[in-house]
């Protein structure tokens, strides 16, 4: 029965429908249109070896292959083996395989939804990814995959920025304590070229000639073998000279605060006086408080002390506040009790002076008489 072009057209779409999507159709032109867009597998093959590649490499391998052979067949590249047609069938080649890769990754694609719309529930769908994206699973997982990608991205730059921010920072920071080195370093010589050259005028002056042991070694001040020499005598023109070690200057400090908080908390006792009123026990009570932190502080002092100094038998030991407070306590009774007998002795010296101006006066008034 004769068909007419539009019905046999009709009639090859319907059974192309019908065939499974795995199958690869043979192109079918009619006329001067092409009814099918896949490719015969012989010209795919042929394809892949004009590419000098293997069925199921990925997408960087065929770009690679094909930037390779351009640069070898293209007519501009100056080339030796330029070649014009081989390399239009270079082209060529190249498009029938990426169009061989995209149709066998849209199978893929189609046949995973398939089978996932059979077997899970449509809600299903949108637990996943994050709740990224919208559309078929497929579609979504690439949106899911872009958005990680977006998302990386993002943190590398503020990564790379935080790193440069840090590196800023630490680069101002070095040249900072560059600028202050370099400033100590120019004053130390100064004073160094200065000192020199004043001991080289005075030197020149004569100043130096009238030293006691010119031309003598040094004494040594000790005779202990354990003790180096040189550090010795260093020390010893240092002390002489008024320069004192740390340790020697804060066992001084504590010797003198010490001091001076025991005369504190005695003479606060002493200006409450006795006997001691509700409200003065408060005021005492406060003193003491004071007094108790101060003792803190000192022991903090103490065992810095410690720290530094060189002799395990110069060490000192922390001081007791309760013990302090007792003993400030027995000084005032202490003065109270040569108070009391100063001015007792002094009332006896009162009553005999008084005792004694008496017969003066009665004797002068018999005189008077």
Same mark, same amino acid.
């Given at each position: 029965v004769p068909l007419c072009h539009a019905d046999i057209g009709h009639h090859l779409m319907l059974h192309r429908a019908m065939i499974?999507?795995?199958? *690869?159709?043979?192109? $079918?032109?009619?006329?001067?249109?092409?009814?099918s867009s896949? +490719?015969? *597998?012989?010209?795919?093959?042929?394809?892949?070896?004009?590419?000098?590649?293997?069925e199921g490499c990925s997408l960087d391998d065929i770009r690679n292959s094909y930037r390779n052979l351009a640069k070898k067949y293209h007519p501009d590249s100056g080339s030796a083996t330029a070649d014009a047609e081989a390399f239009m069938k270079v082209e060529e080649a190249y498009r029938v395989v990426l169009d061989d890769v995209a149709n066998k990754k849209k $199978?893929?694609?189609?046949?995973?939804?398939?089978?996932? *719309?059979?077997?899970?529930l449509q809600h299903r769908h949108y637990l996943s990814f994050e709740g990224v994206g919208f559309g078929m699973p497929s579609q979504r997982e690439?949106?899911?995959?872009?958005?990680?990608?977006?998302?990386?991205?993002?943190?590398?730059?503020?990564?790379? *920025?935080?790193?440069?921010?840090?590196?800023?920072?630490?680069?101002?920071?070095?040249?900072? +304590?560059?600028?202050?080195?370099?400033? +100590?370093?120019?004053?130390?010589?100064?004073?160094?070229?200065?000192?020199?050259?004043?001991?080289?005028?005075?030197? /020149?002056?004569?100043d130096f000639d009238n030293l006691s042991g010119k031309g003598k070694p040094l004494q040594k001040f000790s005779d202990c073998p354990h003790i180096d020499p040189m550090t010795h005598n260093l020390n010893r023109i240092l002390i002489d000279n008024g320069y004192q070690p740390e340790w020697i200057l804060m066992q001084k400090e504590i010797r003198e605060t010490i001091e001076q908080?025991?005369?504190?908390?005695?003479?606060?006792?002493? +200006?409450?006086?006795?006997?001691?009123?509700?409200?003065?026990e408060k005021q005492w009570s406060r003193v003491c408080e004071q007094f108790t932190e101060d003792i803190r502080k000192l022991n903090k002092r103490i065992d810095n002390f410690n720290l530094v100094v060189p002799l395990l038998s110069r060490q000192m030991v922390h001081f007791?506040?309760?013990?302090?407070?007792?003993?400030?306590?027995?000084?005032?009774?202490?003065?109270?009790?040569?108070?009391?007998?100063?001015?007792?002795?002094?009332?006896? /010296?009162?009553?005999k002076d008084v005792k004694r101006f008496g017969l003066k006066s009665s004797l002068f008034k018999w005189l008077n008489l």
């Open positions: 499974p999507r795995h199958l *690869k159709l043979i192109p $079918c032109v009619y006329g001067n249109r092409l009814l896949y +490719k015969s *597998k012989s010209n795919v093959k042929d394809s892949y070896r004009i590419l000098e590649l293997q $199978c893929t694609e189609d046949e995973e939804e398939d089978q996932f *719309k059979s077997k899970s690439r949106q899911y995959m872009q958005f990680r990608v977006d998302r990386a991205a993002e943190q590398v730059l503020e990564y790379r *920025k935080q790193r440069l921010e840090g590196q800023s920072d630490v680069t101002d920071l070095m040249k900072a +304590k560059d600028v202050r080195q370099s400033k +100590k370093v120019k004053i130390t010589q100064a004073m160094e070229r200065l000192v020199e050259d004043l001991i080289q005028e005075s030197m /020149a002056k004569g908080l025991r005369k504190g908390i005695v003479t606060s006792r002493n +200006k409450l006086g006795g006997p001691m009123t509700p409200y003065r007791n506040a309760a013990r302090e407070i007792a003993r400030a306590q027995k000084t005032y009774e202490a003065l109270m009790e040569s108070r009391e007998a100063s001015n007792s002795d002094t009332k006896e /010296a009162e009553q």
